[in-house]
């Protein structure tokens, strides 16, 4: 089976650390090209893939007709626009999350996606991680009985560093967006859920929400639960979720950056019992890689589509237009 070749489009810090490295490694997909108009920025690149090739601008890469895929790790506010122009030009798309700045946006990438043929997607990790995948069957099967509660932070500090995208409004900046997309959408994927109602405490620096409490009720396959979540981007780093049921509970350690910033673990507890789960070299940005060849090479299906990314946005909306 011929590799998909990918370009990526930007030579971002992120790219570079996680998903273009992943995209070089893994099985079936090979990293064929880079947009930069930098030739220093692509020196990092090519040291792990030599024969890359280096396009000066984005629409240059996209007509790049050995290109087949691209990854899209530009800032958030320019994600919708990428995805577009890259399946208009006929090519299928891997774009970091959020994939869009409101719910509504994401029609038109769904429309695009369907006329074109092409797989889009938002670039997901964890949905890939066996760790969740576990909690999910796990959550499937009734082995904490009917979910009553669940409560999940994340949060880092990156209020030094003046010039993170994460702290500027004009590129769609601040932790909801930023990692309450994994507070709220692991839940969703895990316990099957949908917000019922949400309100929210969040607090803002220079226009950047950099800290909020979103708290409320979801409704999954086992009825209604409260859900809380904390996110900010000023707080140490901190990432934990815990579902609470009518038998038992999960507490799911490093649940976004696993491998990352400590080992991925889910800890199943009923009574005086706790089994431990432990997945020390489980790589999730090369499994996402792997699953999304296989989608596009053989039709498998693909864990997190665009109406999931859709409904993950709906609830970042939800908690933003709810604050008290």
């Not at 890939?128 to 576990?134: G, K």
């Not at 995208?165 to 309450?180: C, F, K, L, Y």
């Not at 649940?255 to 080992?263: S, T």
Request: proline share 5%.
């Amino acid at each position: 089976m011929e590799p998909v070749s990918f370009g990526v489009l930007g030579a971002s810090s992120f790219a570079l650390a996680h998903t273009a490295r992943a995209i070089h490694e893994a099985e079936g997909a090979r990293l064929a090209a880079l947009a930069t108009s930098s030739p220093a920025k692509a020196e990092p690149f090519r040291a792990f893939a030599p024969d890359l090739r280096v396009h000066e601008s984005y629409d240059a890469l996209l007509a790049d007709p050995a290109i087949e895929a691209v990854y899209i790790p530009l800032p958030n506010h320019l994600h919708v626009e990428w995805t577009l122009k890259a399946l208009e030009a006929g090519k299928h798309v891997l774009c970091e999350k959020p994939i869009a700045m409101r719910a509504d946006q994401i029609d038109a990438l769904i429309e695009a996606r369907d006329r074109t043929g092409l797989f889009a997607s938002e670039a997901y990790m964890i949905v890939h991680h066996p760790q969740w995948q576990l909690v999910r069957r796990l959550l499937d099967e009734g082995a904490i009985g009917a979910v009553r509660h669940v409560d999940t932070v994340q949060t880092f500090d990156v209020g030094a560093d003046a010039d993170n995208i994460r702290n500027r409004a004009e590129t769609g900046g601040g932790s909801v967006p930023d990692v309450g997309v994994y507070t709220y959408g692991s839940v969703r994927f895990a316990a099957r859920a949908e917000p019922v109602e949400l309100t929210s405490r969040i607090r803002r620096e220079n226009g950047v929400e950099v800290w909020a409490h979103a708290m409320g009720t979801m409704a999954g396959a086992t009825g209604e639960f409260t859900f809380a979540s904390t996110t900010s981007t000023r707080l140490p780093d901190r990432q934990e979720a815990v579902f609470q049921g009518e038998d038992g509970m999960i507490r799911v350690t490093v649940p976004c950056n696993a491998g990352v910033v400590g080992e991925a673990q889910v800890h199943l507890v009923r009574g005086d019992v706790t089994l431990v789960e432990r997945f020390p070299s489980a790589r999730q940005y090369v499994l996402q890689v792997q699953n999304m060849v296989a989608t596009v090479r053989t039709g498998a299906p693909y864990p997190w589509s665009l109406e999931d990314a859709r409904g993950n946005q709906a609830m970042i909306d939800m908690v933003l237009a709810n604050e008290v």
